[in-house]
């Protein structure tokens, strides 16, 4: 970085640090880090060389701290190992958020990156994105725009404080231009690119498709034939006791229908232990599960109950119909022309009915849901690199 604080680009090399630290974000970075080894081998085979204009390293910062569900992903989406680890490991918004932001600022200290990249809605998006402006390092967020104009989550307040000081936003659905623009983002920084995550989900898709998929439960699957598949984590759903026996209950009738299967996010069965709640036999509990062994059950699932932002997406891509125990959700396109239904607790059972009885709702793919969203945004970030190295020749 230069005295006034504007990024350089030594030998040609721009830098640039992708940012992860929760499930979801593996999910988003492994498209993007495909694209840009392709760009590598690219820029290899035309000039002869091993080196890359654009340079990249990955920052994960432990916001995640579940081992066995982070190996898992790690493995599944075939993402290379961390170049740095920041274990910010669990504590409260403010205590995580504040590791997070002292370890980052040492990695770009020594890196001097260009552009930092954060993706999705977490501690770890907010706390880098703010170390960066700081420091004077460009901000792309991966899944910009997207709001739920509920300021009780967390997740919305990490969406609106990135946006605020980002450079370059890439939209995954039109109401998230739409938003940027109302808070008026500069339509130029504004880039609408689909979707990384359906860009991983059709990926993995055809691995597990065209392979017999070596699955620890293939054998609860096919004994079960017709099941819905079940997550839930979110504060507002496990961690009031009453809330939680009531969604249990209504389950509890569900399954007498229709077995569910259902991976116990570590967060959801610390409450149900602590609550002493019993869920019923029907509901068959998994561990934790990495994203290949999820996607093999709940892709052929009847119906998907979950309160998972990226779920409602997934299940839209593929038409399996979805309900969403939420009030509102930031990703409205799954809701208007996808398969997404919000459900409350006392609506879930009714729900379930229509769709079972082929009456639910029947959407379509979103518009740039294609597989390409990762290849969009390494384009862009090739050109900036472009301009940036076009701009320092001219200071040269």
Known sequence: MTEDGQQKVENGEYKILLVAGARPNFMKIGPIIRELREARDQVAEVNGQKTCDMNWKIVHTGQHYDDEMSHAFFDDLEIPKPDFFLEAGSGSHAEQTARIMVSFEKVCEA?????????????STLACSVVAKKMGIEVAHVEAGLRSFDLSMPEEINRMVTDAITDYFFVTERSGIENLKREGKPEERIFFVGHVMIDNLLYQLQKVN?????????ELKESLGKYIFMTLHRPSNVDDKETLKAISGVLASIAEEVPIIFPVHPRTRKMLGQFGIALSPNIYRLPPLGFLESLYLWKDALLVITDSGGLQEETTALGIPCLTLR?????????????????????????????????????????????????????????????RRGAKKKVE
Do not use: C, Y
């Open 210 to 218: 065209m392979n017999h998929f070596p699955s620890k439960h293939r």
């Open 327 to 387: 009030e509102n959700t930031e990703r409205p396109v799954t809701v208007t022309e996808g398969t997404n239904t919000l459900v409350s607790v006392g609506s879930l059972t009714n729900e379930v009915t229509e769709v079972l009885e082929g009456s639910g709702k029947r959407g379509k793919v979103p518009e740039l849901w294609d597989g390409r969203a990762a290849e969009r945004i390494v384009g862009v970030i090739k050109d900036i690199a472009q301009r």
């Open 111 to 123: 890196e001097r990156p260009d552009l930092v990249v954060v993706v999705g809605d977490v501690n």
